[in-house]
């Protein structure tokens, strides 16, 4: 079945350190996109891309980096410049515009991956 | 700018009550509309969709009116059931520019027996 595939799904990290979140998804989605989602609130955006080897900061992208190397992989690394880190991190996909009816450009998402700085 | 505003919960309602959770939107030209659900621990998955105005979104007994002239698309369900306890998500995609999607900050619900 196609979808997306985060990982790790809970992560804790010391102060200082730099991680990586991996997703993958197998649905020939052209977009990407990460999002930061805290307790009681909505999602906020940190990064998305429309096509490899292309990326654009969201409302959030400071102390977060993000590269598209291959269609399939948005890996996103929170470094330690993030101050607060610990959230719960969701990697989404879709067709891109102009691909497809418009119906059809929906957000999938996969499991998330909970973020924990001790 | 783009923008969608629901109704704050949390929301406890008794099993086979009517479920109605409020979205508003404010957007330029004509963008498509989402409700989501998120189950605990867990990403978003879509619920419905509506992609014009005047459609109704519908599965698994929610649905959802597209209204351009009060820019709603509120949700309703006329029997709610414990298992549909979970956080719910009104966003809007637009339409002409890019693949951004904007979305509310979530409609927390709970069904109790």
């Known amino acids: ?118 | 700018g783009n923008s969608v505003t629901q109704m704050e919960g949390p929301v406890t309602l008794s099993e086979e009550a009517f479920l109605t959770i409020n979205c508003t939107y404010t957007a330029t030209g004509y963008p498509s509309l989402f409700w989501y659900v998120q189950y605990p621990g867990e990403g978003l998955q879509l619920l419905l969709k509506a992609t014009k105005a005047d459609d109704k979104g519908s599965n698994k007994g929610f649905e959802a009116t597209y209204r351009k002239e009060t820019t709603s698309f509120h949700l309703e369900k006329g029997s709610v059931q414990v298992s549909d306890s979970a956080v719910y998500f009104c966003a809007l995609r637009k339409g002409e520019t890019g693949n951004q999607f904007y979305f509310g900050t979530g409609t927390s619900l709970t069904v109790i027996p």
């Open chain 1, 1 to 118: 079945d196609g979808g997306i595939t985060q990982s790790p799904k809970y992560l804790f990290r010391k102060e200082g350190q730099n991680v990586t979140l991996s997703c993958e998804q197998n649905l020939n989605h052209d977009a990407m996109y990460w999002y930061r989602q805290d307790p009681g609130q909505g999602l906020r955006l940190i990064y998305y891309s429309q096509i490899v080897n292309d990326f654009q900061k969201g409302d959030i992208a400071e102390g977060y980096s993000v590269s598209r190397e291959k269609k399939e992989s948005f890996p996103l690394t929170v470094t330690s410049a993030q101050k607060n880190p610990t959230a719960f991190y969701l990697c989404a996909s879709s067709i891109a515009r102009g691909q497809g009816a418009s119906g059809a450009n929906v957000l999938t998402f996969g499991a998330g991956s909970r973020l924990t700085v001790l």
